[in-house]
């Protein structure tokens, strides 16, 4: 399984840009692992207490306690997650949906629509922020810098990967990207919707070189407050600071042209489903209706009442189960 990693650049906001935001992951790799058809939402979501700990465990050498208290704190955080947040991003979708068919998914519609996100995201982050301080709090000096030395592989692999691409190149990858993401939810889009995909994405800024350079800024930061160990208090606060504003790094020019690019993804939206024929249209508004009613449904659930880490989980069954029961 690949590493997670932060949004790729171009990619529309400045405040998610650069931020390892879990909630973000937690809603994205639901939507992308179900959206194939062949495994429901519910099941990934039940499955993420072990598979986000294995992620980040790929991060730190770290010994046996360590690795149950990331576990205990990722279920913890998901389950609060489960109740307090999933809710709101199934009325949301619902939302969305609903307005989908009724032509208000406008690009001010949908800059509010990305504002109530933000305004999730920092709630979780400052739920989050005491249990991440917590376990970060017990890393050694070695595995501070085993972390960064891994998040560094995933940098130069990263500029690796950028180096060998023209722009051109680039925005091609970023052109088939977008058109694969929007198809998931709408179905095979017309060679006029495409065109509009492409022509928008080459209107979009390329700050490849710049975007990680900022990674790698803030990745001194983080590795700097790690080592200090500041009191507790203050640990969370900085550890909050720069976590909810990720981009404090960056050049004034450089937020600017981030920014232009979230608004051009933001209009493109809404072109796009002004576009949409009546079975593009379904499609779209039966997938996101599909999941908000799976949460709905996850957060009615008591996961960690019904398991508390002792014995066989009892979400996890064979792949050849799940396809058959999905």
């Given at each position: 399984?690949?590493?997670?990693?932060?949004?790729?650049?171009?990619?529309?906001?400045?405040?998610?840009?650069?931020?390892?935001?879990?909630?973000?992951?937690?809603?994205?790799?639901?939507?992308?692992?179900?959206?194939?058809?062949?495994?429901?939402?519910?099941?990934?979501?039940?499955?993420?207490?072990?598979?986000?700990?294995?992620?980040?465990?790929?991060?730190?050498?770290?010994?046996?306690?360590?690795?149950?208290?990331?576990?205990?704190?990722?279920?913890?955080?998901?389950?609060?997650?489960?109740?307090?947040?999933?809710?709101?991003?199934?009325?949301?979708?619902?939302?969305?949906?609903?307005?989908?068919?009724?032509?208000?998914?406008?690009?001010?519609?949908?800059?509010?629509?990305?504002?109530?996100?933000?305004?999730?995201?920092?709630?979780?982050?400052?739920?989050?922020?005491?249990?991440?301080?917590?376990?970060?709090?017990?890393?050694?000096?070695?595995?501070?810098?085993?972390?960064?030395?891994?998040?560094?592989?995933?940098?130069?692999?990263?500029?690796?990967?950028?180096?060998?691409?023209?722009?051109e190149q680039r925005q091609r990858r970023r052109e088939k990207a977008t058109i694969k993401g929007l198809q998931r939810f709408t179905g095979r889009?017309?060679?006029?919707?495409?065109?509009?995909?492409?022509?928008?994405?080459?209107?979009?800024?390329?700050?490849?070189?710049?975007?990680?350079?900022?990674?790698?800024?803030?990745?001194?930061?983080?590795?700097?407050?790690?080592?200090?160990?500041?009191?507790?208090?203050?640990?969370?606060?900085?550890?909050?600071?720069?976590?909810?504003?990720?981009?404090?790094?960056?050049?004034?020019?450089?937020?600017?042209?981030?920014?232009?690019?979230?608004?051009?993804?933001?209009?493109?939206?809404?072109?796009?489903?002004?576009?949409?024929?009546?079975?593009?249209?379904?499609?779209?508004?039966?997938?996101?209706?599909?999941?908000?009613?799976?949460?709905?449904?996850?957060?009615?659930?008591?996961?960690?009442?019904?398991?508390?880490?002792?014995?066989?989980?009892?979400?996890?069954?064979?792949?050849?189960?799940?396809?058959?029961?999905?």
């Open positions: 399984m690949a590493t997670i990693r932060r949004a790729t650049p171009g990619s529309a906001g400045a405040r998610l840009t650069r931020a390892r935001r879990h909630l973000a992951t937690v809603v994205l790799l639901i939507i992308a692992a179900s959206a194939g058809g062949c495994i429901s939402t519910r099941f990934v979501y039940n499955q993420l207490d072990w598979i986000i700990t294995w992620q980040l465990s790929g991060y730190f050498d770290l010994e046996k306690e360590q690795s149950q208290q990331l576990r205990d704190t990722v279920g913890r955080q998901l389950d609060w997650v489960r109740t307090a947040q999933l809710p709101a991003y199934a009325e949301l979708l619902r939302a969305i949906a609903r307005e989908a068919g009724t032509g208000e998914l406008t690009t001010s519609r949908w800059q509010a629509i990305y504002d109530q996100m933000i305004v999730l995201f920092d709630d979780f982050l400052r739920h989050v922020i005491p249990d991440a301080v917590a376990f970060l709090s017990t890393l050694s000096d070695d595995q501070v810098e085993y972390m960064i030395d891994k998040l560094e592989e995933e940098n130069e692999e990263l500029a690796e990967e950028y180096s060998g691409r023209t722009p889009l017309n060679s006029e919707q495409k065109a509009l995909v492409g022509s928008t994405v080459a209107s979009m800024y390329d700050n490849s070189e710049e975007w990680l350079q900022g990674r790698r800024l803030w990745q001194q930061a983080f590795r700097a407050l790690l080592l200090e160990r500041p009191p507790r208090a203050e640990f969370e606060a900085r550890l909050l600071a720069i976590s909810i504003d990720p981009n404090y790094v960056d050049r004034p020019e450089y937020r600017a042209q981030v920014e232009a690019n979230q608004r051009i993804v933001l209009g493109l939206m809404a072109e796009i489903i002004v576009s949409l024929d009546d079975k593009q249209r379904q499609r779209f508004q039966g997938r996101l209706n599909d999941f908000a009613q799976d949460f709905d449904r996850l957060a009615a659930e008591q996961f960690s009442a019904a398991w508390s880490g002792a014995g066989p989980n009892p979400w996890l069954r064979s792949s050849a189960d799940v396809v058959a029961n999905n």
